[in-house]
Each structure stands twice: as C-alpha cells, then as structure tokens.
C-alpha cells in the first residue's frame, strides 16, 4: 500500500520559501527571532519591553501574525517601530511565504532585528521554519507549570524559554522548581528568562542575552 | 486550474465518522460537551468544579485531549470519575475516530454527561465536529480581553463562553465590559458565565444552564 503523507508538500514548499528568506536576513545582516506563545501569555507587551530595551542599539521592526485584528500592529506602530500586520484568515500558524510578503514592506537596510509574533498557539507554529535565526518561546505564570509535559514540542524547538507574568506568582500555584525542571528535560541548553513584561522585573537579562546573539550573528557575517 | 483543497477529503471523513459519534450518544441519552480553550485557561480545573456541582445528578465521565501527558486524566480519575486519556502524538485538535475509540472504553449506559476537553488551543480544534451537543469554550483573565479579536472563529462555534479566574482580575488590566461587547457582536446569543474554577465563585450559575442542557436534550429524545 502506497501512503500519502499530505503534508510533505506543504512543509516542503514552505521549507524553500524559508531557505529563501534566510538568504535575504543574511545579506541584509538582519537577525530574526520567531516568538511563539499561547494567546495572552504576553508576546507583544514582551516585544515592547524589549524594544524599549534596544531601540536605541538596533534598528528594529516586528511582523505580527494574528488569524484576525490589527490590535497588535498598532500597539507596535504607536511605539514608533515599523510593524507589519500578517492576518493569517483562520490558519493556526505563519508560514514563509507570508514573512516573505511581509519582509518586501521592510527597508532591511535599516534594520539589525526583526522580531516575528507568530499566531498564539502552542502547537502548529513550531512545525513551520520560517527562515529565522531562532525560536524563543514565552511561557506565562497563569498557564500552569505542567505545559513543558503538555507540549513539548515548543519547548524542545526553542533557544530560550521566557517565563512571563513571574509578578503574578503569589496568586497562582506555580511551582518554579518543577517547571524548571520540566524545561531542563526537554531542553537542557536553552536558558530561562523569569520576566515582567508589563513591570519591567528581569527584562535585562533577556535583552542581554538577545543582545549578543544578534552580536554574535553580525560577527559570523563579517567574519 | 482546477484546485485541490487537500482539507476537503480530511474533513468530509471526520464529519462521516462525527455522525456515528452522534448516533452513539443519542442511542444511550448522553449530552456530549466539547470544551475548547487555550492551554492554562483552567478547562481541567473548570471540569473539576463542574463534577463537584453535578455528580450527585449525573453519571459523568471525562475524555482527555492532550499533545501528551496524562496529566489531566489522572487528575480526574483521582476525583473518582471515568476518564480517557487521548495523546494526539502532536496533532492540535481531537478527531471524531480519536473520540470513537475513546467511547468504546466507556459504559455508556450508565453516563449521562460526557465532557470532552480539546487540545489547548484556539484555533484548530473548531473547524472539527466531534458528534457533541455543544461546544463551551473557556477564555481565562490573565490572556486579556482582546481575544474575541483575535480569534473569532471559535467565540462563534462556543454556545457558551465561560471567564475563568475572575478572582484575578484585580491583578490584570481585564475590562470586562469590553470583553463582553466583543463577544456580543460575535456571538449575540450565548451566555457568559464568569468563574473562579478553583474558588468555585460563579460555577452554580454555569452548571446551571448546562443541567437544563442535559434535561432538555434528554426530554427531547423522550419525547
């Protein structure tokens, strides 16, 4: 029996599309973060905290992926950064050849970083390479400790886990040891970022860490 | 040209075997809920709440969606009610013959109440019919109001739409009214229960109308 696996020629097509994306970010010397979270675990209040953080080292633009709305575009745009808003019309993930379609807006000269906020789903953005130079996902305080068992995938795929809404944690029952744990079994390299998006709380660190690897990045380029 | 729309046939084989599902529940008189939301939204504790409301009425069981883990399940079986656990093994939604071959284990006879909780997710899982009476989705406080926006598809398929830890809502920036406008242009017709799944606040009211779900879809098939 012959199987069909109806998904190659999509991951297939999209895995060409991405090659071609890297290609131009590397020309350009543009370093891209794909961010992936769970709707509200704060991805755009992180992307803010950290533009507020390098605005003034990297020329910065964000893609925004939603199924529907401009709610974070502008939130973006009022914040004086470029922001491209991608409305996927009910697709549970971006996919390269919308980045593609998005990248084309951009004046790439300008910019050191783009950051991509995927559609919030912990599941379907991790099996779609978009041409980034990283994943980094963002796990929030109220979602629970237990999510690394729930949905490993995300968590193996990523270079750094955020743990956001770490200022709510006298209000929820989240075990910080456990969830490290959980983290290190999945991902023993990556590091854990313990943040406030919104106050601001170990926003440093992180930035820091992004701060080199797009350093590291340019370094590799001109080498 | 002519257009292949590769989610046709997947589609068409899942509403086949949904149809089966269907007969099954309204052979034995059971009232099927699919519960869709985010994950950490609380759809197990909101489940835990619910057959502490209920199970003096109802025979009730519980089938688990999960990428992995059975987390959830075990939690449920600790509280003494039936439950199966489904490891999608990475797929983002539950199917009609996931469900098929997770009644088969259960005795139906003795059910009156089977609450399936979906993968945590708010996008995938809607677009796939299970054989359920009515699909309940939870959104939680601390993922904000503006998801009506940014996810309508699955605040239009819900028949109710719970707000889980409103007992947070002093801690977040939540506005309620908005949220409940959003809603509304969406879906005008369904209630809006606000909760505390694990203080129990507001959960009489939710298990309230879903009782007279049951009872009116039990006299209906009396009648």
Chains 1, 2 share one sequence.
């Not at 990297?58 to 925004?64: H, L, M, Q, R």
């Not at 193996?156 to 743990?163: F, G, P, R």
Request: aromatic content about 6%; proline content about 5%.
């Amino acid at each position: 029996m012959q199987t069909i696996d109806i998904n190659k020629p999509i991951l297939d097509k999209n895995d060409r599309i991405a090659a071609e994306n890297r290609g131009n970010f590397e020309e350009h010397g543009v370093f891209v973060v794909n961010l992936l979270a769970s709707p509200g675990s704060g991805k755009t209040s992180t992307i803010l905290a950290t533009i507020e953080a390098l605005r003034g080292r990297f020329g910065i633009a964000v893609i925004e992926g939603d199924i529907a709305s401009t709610v974070d575009s502008e939130k973006i745009r009022d914040d004086g950064v470029p922001a491209v808003q991608i409305n996927t019309g009910g697709v549970c993930h971006l996919e390269s050849a919308m980045i593609r379609r998005a990248v084309d807006t951009l004046d790439l000269d300008e910019l050191d970083l783009i950051i991509i906020e995927n559609v919030g789903n912990l599941v379907c953005p991790t099996d779609f390479y978009l041409g980034e130079d990283c994943k980094v996902m963002i796990l929030s305080v109220p979602e629970g400790d237990d999510k690394p068992l729930k949905y490993p995938g995300v968590f193996q795929a990523s270079e750094a886990v955020i743990l956001n809404k770490v200022d709510t944690m006298p209000v929820f029952d989240f075990n910080e040891n456990q969830f490290r744990a959980s983290v290190r079994r999945l991902n023993p390299k990556a590091p854990i970022f313990p943040i406030s998006a919104t106050k601001g709380q170990g926003v440093a660190a992180w930035t820091s860490w992004l701060s080199s690897r797009i350093e590291q990045a340019r370094a590799g380029a001109e080498a």
